[in-house]
């Protein structure tokens, strides 16, 4: 039995985390920290665990945690995850972190898009986990850097086009929808219900998003060589979701029917990814509380271009659902252990 800790136990990721971890065979959560509710039960904190998780949240002490546990998720923001995953190597543990602190290569890249990286050293050493793509080099890591949710639709979506050269990478446009639980649990005005109710917005317009240099990174790892996209997020008045609708220009003509092969014969055994039939696109509603990811493919005739629909769970496969099958990668258990749920419908 795997001894977990859930750092960051407060967030919405941090309760997917437990709601995910409370059902897996293999695991015992033993520890959960937050550190506005430091002394308060988990429970009290989400009374949706109430009688099944009641375990009381500490303070974040990365050596004391290490020594009641054998791997340890931190669902911090960015900044804080580094500042304590360091500690928890070197005390031998495993760590999945759920912020973008290790997700890009370059501690430069990550400096113009968040401020100057506290370890860099750790980059090298960090694999990105998107299993659909990294599985091998997953089952032999200590440090996951989990994939964002807009970057885990994109790059899902569009890895059987790049790495079948069969798209300008020039051409690449993604228009992206995220509940707004993807902003996270803080109090923040944008977020409040009087402001999104009955809205419909983009946010981050002009190449400002700062999921941008992490699918750039891993879109071009795909291409062989380095592109750029033009990607806008948009937020949506529902509590989960996110849909990525992606436009690109084939290199050569090729009909609907043949993408959907493609796509069939690319995910072909992928537990979590659901090739739609020719001439169906998902919903968000398809996947709500499970870790699939729904795809969609076609050709707009009267242009030509490619269109992809992706849709995934932005608090399940886009983060705690993801986390959780890294884990049973690096751990050497079942991919799908603790995963294979259903979406919740309606």
Same mark, same amino acid.
């Given at each position: 039995? *795997? ?13 997917? *985390? ?8 293999? %695991? ?19 009374? $949706? ?11 974040? +002490? ?16 960015? !900044? ?6 360091? $500690?928890? *190597? ?30 860099? +050293? ?31 639709? $994109? ?14 990478? !020039? ?44 699918? +750039? ?34 290199? !050569?003509?090729?009909?609907?029917? +043949? ?55 932005? %608090? ?16 050497? *258990? ?13």
């Amino acid at each position: 039995m *795997l001894k977990v800790a859930v750092v960051g136990a407060s967030g919405y990721t941090g309760v997917e *985390l437990l709601r995910i971890l409370y059902a897996h065979p293999e %695991v015992a959560v033993t520890c959960v920290t937050s550190e506005q509710n430091a002394g308060k039960p988990v429970s009290a904190v989400f009374p $949706t665990l109430r009688g099944r998780i009641d375990l009381v949240l500490e303070n974040l +002490e990365p050596a004391g945690i290490s020594e009641k546990v054998d791997v340890v998720f931190t669902a911090l923001p960015h !900044k804080a995850a580094m500042e304590v995953v360091p $500690t928890f *190597l070197k005390m031998g543990k495993d760590v999945v972190d759920l912020s973008a602190d290790y997700r890009l290569r370059d501690a430069e890249t990550y400096g113009l898009w968040y401020e100057k990286h506290m370890n860099p +050293e750790l980059l090298a050493q960090a694999v990105y986990g998107l299993p659909e793509l990294r599985r091998d080099v997953i089952r032999e890591a200590s440090l996951i850097a989990n994939p964002g949710c807009y970057p885990t639709s $994109t790059i899902l979506g569009l890895a059987p086009l790049l790495k079948n050269k069969l798209i300008d990478p !020039k051409s690449i446009i993604v228009d992206a929808k995220s509940g707004v639980s993807g902003a996270g649990r803080g109090a923040k005005v944008d977020n409040l219900y009087c402001e999104v109710n009955e809205g419909f917005k983009a946010y981050g317009v002009g190449g400002v998003h700062r999921h941008i240099p992490e699918i +750039e990174q891993e879109l071009s790892l795909l291409n062989g060589s380095p592109l750029a996209i033009s990607f806008t997020p948009h937020l949506v008045p529902m509590d989960r979701g996110i849909l990525a609708t992606i436009y690109s220009t084939p290199l !050569k003509g090729v009909t609907a029917a +043949e993408l959907v092969e493609l796509y069939q014969a690319c995910y072909d055994g992928e537990p979590f990814v659901r090739v739609l039939p020719e001439g169906s696109f998902p919903s968000t509603a398809q996947v709500r509380g499970s870790n699939f990811c729904d795809i969609g493919v076609t050709v707009d005739k009267r242009t030509g271009r490619i269109i992809v629909v992706s849709a995934i769970d932005n %608090v399940v496969k886009g983060a705690s659902g993801q986390a959780v099958q890294n884990m049973n990668l690096m751990c050497g *258990l079942p991919e799908t252990l603790g995963l294979d749920f259903l979406p919740i419908f309606p």
